[in-house]
């Protein structure tokens, strides 16, 4: 059983940054392939960027990927999402994910951080 534990969302004004944290409970040796996803209201979630064990990352869009930066502590079991240059249209509840390697559906999760960007 995986746990993931979110945290670092709040408000900020357009144009600021924000450093979300996901704590995980789970071995060190776990092969897992953290993610980010993000739903705001009314709309679906969407995937934003995510990370194998070995550091490869992918993102969603080259927008985002122009503002946000995933890493991971694999030693504190750790995921991080920096996030520069927000904007109003990145406001969203921000999911923190995880899927073994190998597998392609993501099967744990977070209870969500709230983002709220002010324009």
């Known amino acids: 059983q995986v746990q993931l534990v979110e945290s670092g969302g709040g408000l900020v004004q357009a144009g600021g940054s924000l450093r979300l944290s996901c704590a995980a409970s789970?071995?060190?040796?776990?092969?897992?392939?953290m993610g980010w996803f993000r739903q705001a209201p009314g709309k679906e979630r969407e995937f934003v960027a995510s990370i194998t064990r070995g550091g490869f990352s992918s993102y969603r869009a080259d927008s985002v990927k122009a503002r946000f930066t995933i890493s991971r502590d694999n030693a504190k079991m750790m995921v991080f999402l920096q996030m520069y240059s927000l904007k109003a249209e990145d406001t969203a509840n921000y999911y923190c994910a995880a899927r073994q390697e190998g597998t392609t559906s993501y099967v744990y999760w977070g209870q969500g951080t709230q983002v709220t960007v002010s324009s």
């Open positions: 789970v071995r060190s040796s776990s092969n897992l392939v």
